[in-house]
């Protein structure tokens, strides 16, 4: 991964830890998990040794991201020409694959907007991105954003198991901790 690209991922998942992280400590870890394409997955955790507490999948290049903590999972958009009052009210609507899925905001900055996503319809929308190459996302009455795909797939899977959400029909490689199946 180039020197821009890591500085960009960086960036991106600061604008998204931002609207979650009070103070940060200096032994707190963001560690990428799997960069593909326009996507890219991160973990964050408070020190090396604990599991993650906040895991991410963003489009770098469209100020999206997906965000899941240890009680939410939340979509995430950023404009910086925006001028957000405090409160607002409308949804996040991601149309993918021909669905709609439309999200209330629950919370804002002056330039940020998330809305609470259930694992279930996250599945849903996960499902239909595996058959899409790109998705638009809007936000309450503002011109859609278009949503590269590409690479999506990796990352979102690399988000899924560091949330431990069962992705829909998971398959992939072997597990090398699982027990070995006796064929007698």
């Known amino acids: 991964m180039g020197v821009l690209k890591t500085a960009r991922i960086q960036l991106v998942a ?62 995430r958009l950023e404009n910086h020409s925006w001028a957000l009052p405090a409160d607002i009210t409308g949804t996040i609507e991601p149309d993918v694959n021909g669905n709609q899925y439309p999200f209330p905001i629950t919370s804002n900055t002056s ?14 929308i996960v499902s239909d991105m595996n058959k899409a190459s790109s998705m638009t996302v809007t936000a309450g009455h503002a011109a859609p954003e278009q949503v590269s795909l590409n690479g999506s ?29 006796s064929s007698q």
Not at 111 to 124: F, M
């Open 111 to 124: 330039t940020s907007i998330a809305a609470e996503v259930d694992p279930d319809k996250l599945l849903d």
């Open 153 to 181: 797939n990796t990352v979102i899977a690399a988000f899924l198991t560091c949330a431990n959400i069962q992705a829909p029909g998971e398959g992939g490689g072997a597990n090398p901790f699982s027990e070995p199946s």
């Open 14 to 75: 600061s604008f998204i830890l931002s609207l979650y992280a009070a103070s940060a400590r200096a032994d707190e870890q963001i560690i990428p998990l799997a960069q593909d394409g326009d996507w890219a997955a991160l973990e964050h955790s408070t020190s090396i040794t604990d599991p993650p507490d906040v895991c991410l999948a963003i489009n770098l290049n469209a100020n999206f991201g997906i965000r899941a903590d240890n009680t939410d999972i939340e979509f």
